[in-house]
C-alpha cells in the first residue's frame, strides 16, 4: 500500500511537532522508519535535528536500507521537503563529522558557520552568536512555488550548506554579512535549514504549498 505523506522517522529530534504542522497544513503524515514504506511513499518530508553523525548513521542502520530508500525516491523524483538536517543529509559530508556520509544527491559540503560575524548594532559593533538562532528574513534567488519572494522563518542551527553548484541554492538569508543557505532545491526537492513548523504563519504556509 502506497502511503500519500509519508514523515521519515530517522529517530532524531521531536517528530510530533513537524506531525502537527503538517495536518494543520491539510496533510495525513504517517510516521515511519520502515525502508518499504519510505520506498512507496507519494510524498516525503524527512525532519531532523541533532547531528550529522548521527543522521548518516541512521541512514546506514539495517545494511543502508533507509538510504537506499531514500536516494532511489529521490532520482525517481519522489516529491521531498527537508527540514533542517533533513537538508543537511542531501550533501555529500559535513565539517561537524568528518567520514560520516550523506546522501551525496546535491554535490557539496555542509561548512560550520564562521565565529567572527559582526553586526551594527545602532553604531556599536556586535559579534554575532553561533549557533544561529531566531527569526531571518529569508529571500528568495529562484522562482519556486513552495517559497515565498521572501518572508521571516525562524532557524537553530550552526550549519549551513554550500553546494558545489549555487544554482542549488533557492533561497539565503543574511547573517553578519555572511549568506547562508536558507533552502535548496531543484525539480521536485525542496528543503530548508531552517524550521517551518516552527515559523508560525509563513511555515504553515510553506507546508500548505509543498502538500499541494
Request: aromatic share 6%; proline share 5%.
Amino acid at each position: 500500500m502506497t502511503a500519500d505523506l509519508v514523515l521519515v522517522d530517522l529517530g532524531l529530534g521531536n517528530l510530533r511537532s513537524v506531525e502537527k504542522a503538517l495536518e494543520h497544513s491539510g496533510g495525513h503524515p504517517v510516521v515511519s522508519h520502515d525502508p518499504d514504506v519510505i520506498g512507496r511513499a507519494a510524498r516525503l518530508v524527512v525532519p531532523g535535528q541533532g547531528a550529522f553523525r548521527d543522521g548518516a548513521a541512521a541512514l546506514d542502520r539495517d545494511g543502508g536500507a533507509m538510504r537506499a530508500a531514500l536516494v532511489d525516491a529521490l532520482r525517481r523524483e519522489v516529491p521531498y521537503l527537508g527540514i533542517c538536517l533533513g537538508l543537511q543529509l542531501l550533501l555529500d559530508g559535513s565539517d561537524e563529522a568528518a567520514g560520516a556520509r550523506g546522501l551525496g544527491v546535491v554535490p557539496g559540503h555542509v561548512k560550520r558557520l564562521p565565529d567572527d560575524l559582526h553586526e551594527d548594532e545602532g553604531g556599536r559593533d556586535k559579534k554575532l552568536k553561533v549557533p544561529h538562532m531566531g527569526w531571518n528574513e529569508v529571500v528568495r534567488a529562484h522562482d519556486t512555488a513552495v517559497l515565498p519572494a521572501r518572508d521571516w522563518f525562524y532557524f537553530v542551527h550552526s550549519y549551513h550548506a554550500v553546494p558545489d553548484d549555487p544554482a542549488w541554492v533557492l533561497a539565503s538569508a543574511e547573517y553578519g554579512g555572511l549568506a547562508v543557505t536558507a533552502a535548496i532545491g531543484r525539480g521536485s526537492l525542496v528543503a530548508t535549514q531552517f524550521h517551518p513548523e516552527k515559523s508560525q504563519r509563513a511555515g504553515l504556509a510553506l507546508l500548505t504549498a509543498f502538500l499541494a
